[in-house]
């Protein structure tokens, strides 16, 4: 029986979480340091919140525990969007949207077949199940792409009615997103359960928790991400203004690692032990969840929260980004092997994509 895998211990960025309150009151103008500091004291509150979400799908069963698993997979990212769509900063959000893609299926991705690579001479995973996933990745790349298309074809007389077309595209997404999960947790939930065996499996100790400790811990983390997150966003402009970044480099790079950095971690060590399906589904699956699920429900939220709804229209340069991301990723997903030069040849993609937004103009 394969040994378990252990998660790196981010719990010591913790410290930052005091320091950031206290800055927020004592030194507001500090944005640069209160929105670097707001980004450390996340990390490991997301490990927190993964950790209980998975306690507290121990005691739900397998069906409803892999839809919470599903569902908070990407809480973090999920909460900091929302405080940036509360405050109006529609850019931001969409950013940090795109970057969260490509940095699942490029950088943790990479990062994984690279490290697992390493001594090996290939590594190998189910090919059904990760061609399973691409396919839903081009799903996401087409609702990029044509809402993108509808907004420069259609002219300015199209413009008041693109809010109706990505409402109406996100519902389809999010019904697909569900009809996935019934693919993956039910009909053919043994494509998904290879060598690398369930997500939940990484934890070093299978004991079953206290379902109530379980469920306060999740409780404090959400909260406490919140707290942080809206303190983040509050910061960002005036941060990124004072880094000399743009708000899109700092959506789709900064803000979109720090989201899930805790599951990249996760992802690289069970690359690490060879238990690539593990790592896969890790990298892409959380892709597929920010596409699917993350991407509309913000949508169809906008409508009630937020100065004005949000559309799906992203930037020429974030489409172009997810397009090719995907493509480089089922080409290599599609075979069922890697190996550590497929891992670099990602991160590769990650790097030249991330000089790029960083010189393009805000």
């Given amino acids: 029986m394969p040994g378990r895998l252990s998660r790196p211990s981010l719990d010591w960025l913790l410290v930052f979480v005091p320091l950031v309150a206290a800055g ?10 209160i929105f670097i500091g707001a980004c450390l ?42 405080m940036a769509l509360r405050a109006g900063l529609h850019d931001v959000v969409k950013a940090s949207l795109t970057g969260s893609i490509i940095g699942n299926i ?36 087409i609702a990029l792409v044509l809402p993108a298309a509808y907004h420069h074809l259609s002219g300015p007389a199209g413009v008041a009615r693109e809010i109706d077309l990505s409402t109406e595209i996100a519902a389809v997404l999010l019904v697909i997103y569900g009809l996935s999960l019934v693919f993956s947790l039910r009909t053919h939930r043994a494509l998904f359960t290879g060598a690398g065996g369930d997500v939940e499996t990484i934890e070093p100790d299978r004991r079953i928790r206290p379902l109530g400790r379980a469920v306060l811990v999740l409780l404090v983390a959400t909260g406490l991400i919140a707290w942080m997150s809206e303190i983040l966003v509050g910061s960002v402009e005036q941060a990124a203004r004072d880094l000399g970044m743009t708000d899109l480099f700092l959506g789709v790079i900064v803000v979109a690692i720090i989201g899930n950095a805790a599951e990249h971690g996760t992802a690289v060590v069970a690359a690490r032990k060879d238990r690539m399906d593990l790592s896969l589904g890790i990298a892409i699956g959380s892709s597929v969840q920010i596409a699917l699920f993350v991407a509309p429900f913000l949508v169809l939220v906008s ?60």
Avoid: K
């Fill in 106 to 141: 490029l950088l943790v991705l990479g990062a994984s077949a690279l490290a697992g690579g390493i001594g090996r001479d290939r590594q190998t995973f189910n090919a059904v199940a990760a061609r399973s996933q691409a396919t839903m990745l081009w799903l996401a790349a």
């Fill in 303 to 362: 409508h009630v929260l937020g100065p004005r709804p949000m559309d799906l229209v992203f930037s020429p340069a974030e489409v172009l980004a997810v397009v090719l991301a995907v493509a480089i990723t089922g080409q290599i997903a599609g075979d069922g092997e890697s190996h550590w030069l497929e891992g670099a040849q990602l991160l590769a993609v990650y790097v030249i994509f991330a000089i790029v937004f960083y010189f393009l103009p805000g």
């Fill in 24 to 33: 927020e009151m004592l030194a507001p103008r500090a944005h640069t340091a």
């Fill in 41 to 82: 004291a996340i990390l490991p509150l997301a490990g927190w919140m993964g950790r209980a979400t998975e306690h507290v799908a121990e005691h739900t069963g397998e069906g409803i525990g892999g839809l919470l698993n599903a569902t908070f997979g990407n809480a973090a990212e999920l909460i900091i969007a929302l």
